[in-house]
């Protein structure tokens, strides 16, 4: 990004601040007087459509041919990723649907994933208490991020999978040629392993990549 000059920094704040002032973009004239409040004086509106077009070929703004059309360009360096909440998926038998509704957004540092595309869902049950992502155990009402470019699936793998409308969390592993198995991690003993074919009606959304514990 170019650097300005002083007197087209104020050129960009007499935008700036006629917008957060009025809720609207200035026009040229408007431009002209909001500048000459912040000390530069232009002598015609030339010199004003020139600061512009200086600032729209170094990236601060972008123009339109509309009456109002200037728009101020973001350089804020955006560390977060708002990640959409699909909704609620079971740490036990499979229990809630897996509804593709956003329920909300969790702010997530870019550092901990690295697509726009992951989304999350929150776990409920104790079927995955002694399972680790990261480190991290998933514990109940805790939130898992989940990977759904991932399509090809290791022994191990945690997976986000939804078998007959219904949403579950667990263990990947692969049985024989035509048999998966998706297994439990838990100090509840009641939790059994489920044993699924291509005949069944299940679809595996993707990997479980990170949790964030609540």
């Known amino acids: 990004m170019k650097i300005l000059t002083p007197k087209q920094k104020i050129v960009l704040q007499a935008i700036k601040k006629f917008f957060s002032e009025n809720g609207r973009m200035p026009t040229i004239r408007e431009l002209k007087n909001e500048t000459a409040r912040l000390g530069l004086k232009f002598k015609s509106l030339r010199s004003v459509f020139l600061y512009l077009n200086a600032l729209e070929e170094k990236g601060f703004i972008k123009r339109s041919s509309k009456g109002r059309g200037i728009e101020v360009v973001d350089h804020t ?30 702010k997530v540092s870019k550092g901990l994933i690295k697509s726009n595309n992951i989304f999350a869902i929150q776990v409920s049950g104790d079927s995955m208490n002694l399972s680790k992502i990261n480190g991290k155990k998933i514990r109940e009402n805790d939130f898992i991020l989940v990977d759904p470019r991932v399509k090809n699936f290791n022994n191990g793998d945690k997976v986000l999978t939804v078998i007959d409308g219904l949403a579950t969390v667990k263990v990947f592993k692969k049985i024989d040629k035509r048999m998966i198995g998706l297994f439990p991690e838990s100090t509840n003993k009641k939790h059994r392993p489920i044993y699924l074919t291509p005949s069944d009606d299940f679809i595996i959304n993707g990997k479980a990549i990170n949790v964030l514990n609540v």
């Open 77 to 106: 360096k955006k560390t977060f990723i708002n990640v959409p909440v699909l909704g609620t998926a079971s740490a036990g038998s499979p229990r809630f649907f897996a509804e593709q509704n956003v329920e909300g957004y969790l």
